[in-house]
């Protein structure tokens, strides 16, 4: 009876805690729908690609989608660290003159 009750007061207090705000399985494995439209010969090609990899379309939208976003944050990353470097120029080359002759001291 007493394993009960503190499984009870547990529960009790977490539902006091946490309220509607506790995390499940079901809001981390939430989904948004996303509706588009494609022409005709697009969804002809992914219809088939779906059936011949036994892949849902849907599945292949959202690899496609994930594919184009990391691909345009690679992107931007790249940029941003080619402008780093070019705003950066003359301190590293300076940095670089004073190394030059480190290991002959």
Do not use: C
């Amino acid at each position: 009876m007493l394993v009960i009750d503190t499984f009870f007061v547990h529960i009790v207090h977490t539902i006091l805690v946490f309220g509607d705000s506790m995390p499940s399985v079901q809001q981390k494995n939430k989904k948004d729908r996303l509706s588009f439209f494609v022409n005709s010969e697009l969804s002809d090609k992914v219809t088939r690609i779906s059936r011949q990899t036994k892949v849902p379309v849907s599945e292949i939208a959202r690899k496609a989608l994930q594919n184009y976003i990391d691909e345009v944050e690679k992107k931007d990353l790249e940029n941003e660290l080619e402008e780093g470097y070019k705003t950066n120029y003359n301190y590293y080359l300076k940095a670089q003159d004073e190394w030059k002759y480190a290991d002959n001291d």
